[in-house]
């Protein structure tokens, strides 16, 4: 069975980093392009950061670039978010999502619970 879990949530001070992980397991994660979107109260869950299936290639959203980092690995199949010089509107509730192609145009997504992020003093 498909499953993601993520971990590393917590409560950090503005200016400081945290760490985000999730866990893949039951498809095929080295073929999935990985992502981590996030979602404040009251607002629409937004993309933050993805990266390609071999981890050559990434994208991330305007308001988190030159702050986190998104990386995988393969081996363990897993992807990591490294937050830094975080800001109160980080805060949010994590999610790493996956996508593994089928057919030429298809794609089976699959989302873990989430991981609470609170930036406050």
């Known amino acids: 069975q498909e499953q993601i879990v993520e971990s590393g949530g917590g409560l950090v001070q503005p200016g400081g980093s945290l760490n985000l992980s999730c866990v893949a397991s039951?498809?095929?994660?080295?073929?999935?392009?990985m992502s981590w979107y996030r979602q404040a109260p009251g607002k629409e869950r937004e993309l933050v950061a993805r990266i390609s299936r071999d981890g050559s290639d990434t994208n991330y959203a305007d308001s988190v670039k030159g702050r986190f980092t998104i990386s995988r690995d393969n081996t363990k199949n897993t992807v990591t978010l490294q937050m830094s010089k975080v800001k109160s509107e980080d805060s949010g509730v994590y999610y790493c999502?996956?996508?593994?192609?089928?057919?030429?145009?298809?794609?089976?997504?699959?989302w873990g619970r989430g991981t609470q992020v609170t930036v406050s003093l």
């Open positions: 039951g498809f095929r994660f080295h073929r999935s392009p």
């Open positions: 999502h996956g996508a593994e192609p089928i057919g030429r145009y298809g794609a089976s997504e699959f």
